[in-house]
């Protein structure tokens, strides 16, 4: 997993790329597939932006979160991005699913 990190109008530190970097690397333990990850951190007047990217297996997943705090921005964000994963994941498994107990065949 390849985690991309940009900052607009921010100083990206050592210890705001660890911060991202812990909270996103929680997300590929939930879902194996997770190829490429771009997360981009803005700055405008008094609020501040987190937004992400996700590369996952047959789809992209996008989500952003507006805070008055950087660290509860990327918190917010990793918890919907969280969500989007086991999302993805039930669907992809109940596909599968669907195809294994027809023998291969589709249901309609």
Known sequence: MRVNLTGHHIDITPALR???DSKLAKL???FDHVTD???ILTVEKLQHRAEAKINVSGNTLFADSTEENMYAAIDTLADKL???IKKHKEKVQAHHDKHDRNGGKRAW
């Open 37 to 39: 990850i771009h997360c």
């Open 28 to 30: 590929a333990r939930h």
């Open 18 to 20: 660890d911060y991202v």
């Open 82 to 84: 969280d969500r989007q």
